[in-house]
């Protein structure tokens, strides 16, 4: 269960990486829909979701993809415990093998891509 320390933390924190979202609100949907969930699946989480050009609102953390479960695949890729990992829309395609990116198709890994350009940098 997050405390009031964190909720104001990680709604800073996302506030940084998305200043077009204000910390009142990004803080109020995380008290509302997260507070039950485990700090560091939250925080991760909310970092993917932030990052994802694609995403307009704090609310896709509601949603399912890649960013679920990350502080779990985080931890299976050093090896404290096992990722699960889970088909998604498409079963049948073959998914990206690294920890984390499974949500992802192997031929097309956003993330693979992404790590790359910025290896490039």
Do not use: F, N
């Not at 993809?65 to 502080?71: D, N």
């Not at 990722?83 to 956003?110: F, K, L, Q, S």
């Amino acid at each position: 269960m997050l405390t009031d320390d964190q909720l104001t933390r990680l709604a800073k924190a996302a506030h940084a990486l998305r200043p077009d979202w204000p910390t009142t609100s990004i803080r109020t949907h995380l008290a509302d829909r997260h507070a039950h969930r485990d700090y560091p699946d939250v925080a991760l989480a909310l970092v993917a979701v932030a990052i994802d050009l694609t995403t307009r609102t704090p609310a896709r953390l509601d949603q399912q993809g890649p960013w679920r479960g990350a502080a779990r695949a985080a931890a299976g890729w050093h090896g404290d415990t096992e990722v699960e990992v889970h088909a998604g829309p498409g079963d049948g395609v073959t998914r990206c093998a690294r920890a984390g990116h499974e949500y992802e198709p192997a031929h097309a890994c956003r993330w693979c891509r992404s790590e790359a350009l910025a290896g490039e940098a």
